[in-house]
């Protein structure tokens, strides 16, 4: 479903993304993890079109960003961690508006199903400046989940959210798996990423450090089966010594 090889974007001197190689297959949750600064947004961006890469390919669903841009991204809904919108409008103008972009020809159900999944039913007709943030992170599930996408990625996507939407995203993301589509979370809440991930994707400076099953990661770092993921997590991304005094 996602194919990423030699990915590197550079911001003058500075390499966001050095050479990466990943890969996301269908009917999978793939966790993308890694310290500040490691690289795990600028990638996303570059999945999603937001950002040109500087060298390196990425396919999505079949379609090479560069070559075929539209039709890679209207296989992909995306969900940052700070959902902006337009807020003098409501919620139900935005949906409407982006399923024409999508060209959806009868999205009224649609539409209604997801803003009751989301529990925003009854806020559909209000002005998205009433919203919390809270709801607007909801919002943004609706408008990325609205074209049914094959890749769904979702950059921290449990910021601002209360117990019950924290417990839904984590079955979504089951539920979008069993569907056979890819789902991608990037998070600093390791436990969410133990919990839902089928594989996990370690990346530091840039780079992929390791890759695999919860079990493959402690055997690679040769910790012990109770071992948790914020242990392999911080094994694999220690500070690379100098060798100073």
């Not at 075929?68 to 959902?83: H, I, S």
């Not at 999508?102 to 159900?109: L, S, W």
């Not at 996507?157 to 056979?180: I, S, T």
């Not at 400076?205 to 993921?229: C, F, I, K, Q, W």
Request: glycine residues 10%; charged residues 20%.
């Amino acid at each position: 479903m996602l194919s990423i090889d030699g990915l590197t974007k550079r911001y003058g001197a500075a390499r966001a993304v050095d050479g990466l190689d990943l890969e996301a297959r269908p009917g999978e949750v793939l966790a993308l993890l890694g310290p500040n600064g490691a690289g795990k947004t600028t990638t996303i961006r570059c999945v999603t079109g937001l950002t040109t890469p500087t060298s390196g390919r990425v396919v999505v669903a079949g379609h090479d960003t560069r070559q075929e841009p539209l039709a890679a991204k209207a296989a992909v809904g995306y969900v940052p961690d700070r959902a902006w919108f337009y807020p003098k409008v409501t919620a139900l103008e935005l949906l409407r508006y982006v399923a024409g972009v999508r060209r959806q020809a009868t999205p009224a159900a649609r539409i209604g199903s997801l803003l009751a999944r989301f529990g925003l039913a009854e806020h559909g007709g209000n002005l998205i400046e009433t919203y919390s943030h809270g709801m607007r992170q909801r919002l943004a599930f609706c408008v990325a989940l609205l074209g049914e996408p094959r890749l769904f990625i979702a950059d921290e996507p449990m910021v601002g959210l209360d117990v019950q939407g924290n417990r839904d995203v984590r079955r979504l993301f089951r539920e979008l798996a069993d569907e056979g589509r890819t789902a991608i979370l990037t998070t600093h809440t390791l436990p969410v990423a133990e919990e839902v991930a089928d594989r996990i994707a370690v990346i530091d400076r840039g780079r992929l450090v390791a890759l695999g099953t919860l079990a493959e990661l402690r055997a690679l770092t040769r910790h012990p089966a109770n071992a948790s993921l914020e242990d392999l997590f911080l094994a694999l991304t220690a500070p690379v010594s100098t060798g100073a005094a």
